[in-house]
């Protein structure tokens, strides 16, 4: 019969024997963002081989790829992405792209003026709205704009129904939408459509009852000026027909770099402006549920050898408890992570010289190789780290710990 293994407690007490504490160690943190593949991660810490970063979906992993920003003067965000469309137009066209278009488009133009800039996402992906504020805090620009295309109103109108968003009570904020909904309105306005509007065309704040704002871009970077830009009905069909126009994204992107340009070097006020509405509804998307970071990082093998007893006893202690050794290996450096952990503010001081396995070599002649995902690759870091080993070496202390704790509870 199988044994089911539990750690007892006399084991904590007896890897006390090798725990001292020590002053709390936070490890390198980080600053700014990596921006990989199109893909804009926030940096959590800082290694002299990568990056520990938050994906998109918000999940932790480690990354050894990308530019690293640490401060730009404006981020865009391309609302909508992935499985979230955002509006849909009658010809097929998807908001999340048009919005991309947009600001790669006005990214460009603000380059040109000699802006630094930074999007929250360069290609079509997942995204939730805490992860776009995260990435414009993480860069603290001078301005913060998330570009949108509109749905739902009917109303005819002679003008375009352009619609910005602001921070609720935030002069600076109130500027930039009043700036936006300014540019933008009057570079659309020199095509005659059949526009449509509501009466929140211009510049306003969507707040809740209790005077936070709705939105979560504008809510969540309570430090930026930011504000949202709604160019132009999407599910109106002659508004969806010239948004198809390269020519009209052309110069919407223009009518917006033209507005922070305005924002970041003069005292203009903007126009449009409307009274605050309160309006809890929200549109639902943007929670980022579901969002699959399965295709960020990349897995990476670490080789770890053992002397031909050593393997025998792992592989042993393997089957003692139903494992296979490579699992038990990377057991082990969960229960070294959970050692740590136990410690509270306090951090292991590395293991001395003598007691740090040897993993490679003549005397190791048993290879054992184990794959690690990007989010798991920051446990084996922070486990190697906390120790003072390499990632082969925690994994081999890990594993004697194992053999050793099955041993003594067996
Ligand atoms: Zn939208």
Known sequence: MRRRFRLPAAVALLLAGCVSVAAADGGSGGTGVVVHDGAVF?????????????????????????????????????????????????????????????????????????????????VDLHMGIVQRANVANALSPSAFVSIHHNGGAVRRSQKPGTETFHQYGSDESTRLAGLLFEEVQTALDVWDVRWVDTVHKGASSRIRSDGTDVYGVLRL??????????????SNAPEAELLADPEVLVAEAGAIARALD???????????????????????????WNCDDSAYGRWTS?????????????????????????????FGVYALDFFHALGGRVSLDPLPPEAIPVVS????????????????????????????????????VGAVLMVFLIGISG
């Not at 800082?46 to 990056?51: F, I, L, N, P, Q």
């Not at 924002?263 to 549109?283: I, K």
């Not at 002649?365 to 070496?393: C, F, K, N």
Request: hydrophobic content about 40%; overall charge negative; aromatic content about 8%.
């Open 42 to 122: 926030t940096v959590v810490g800082e290694r002299s081989d990568g990056w520990v970063v938050d994906t998109p979906c918000r999940t932790e992993i480690f990354l050894d790829e990308g530019d690293q920003f640490r401060s730009v003067d404006v981020v865009l965000d391309p609302g909508h992405g992935g499985p979230e469309t955002g509006s849909v137009g009658a010809n097929g066209l998807v908001e999340r792209d048009v919005n991309l278009w947009v600001a790669l488009l006005a990214r460009a133009e603000l380059e040109d003026l000699g802006y630094t800039v930074v999007l929250t996402r360069e």
């Open 221 to 234: 970077t309570p430090d930026l000026p930011s504000a949202i830009i709604e160019a132009a009905y999407l």
């Open 302 to 330: 670490v080789a770890t050898g053992y002397t031909e007893q050593e393997y025998a006893d792992l592989v042993a202690m393997a089957a003692w408890v139903g494992r296979s050794p490579e699992s038990l290996q990377r």
């Open 262 to 288: 305005r924002f970041l070097t003069s005292a203009d006020p903007g126009s449009g402006f409307n009274e605050a509405f309160v309006d809890a509804a929200t549109t639902g998307t943007g929670t980022g």
């Open 361 to 396: 070599g003549i005397s190791v002649p048993v290879d054992v190789t184990l794959p690690w995902s990007p989010a798991d690759q920051v446990l084996l870091t922070r486990v190697a780290d906390a120790y003072g080993l390499s990632p082969a070496e925690a994994q081999k």
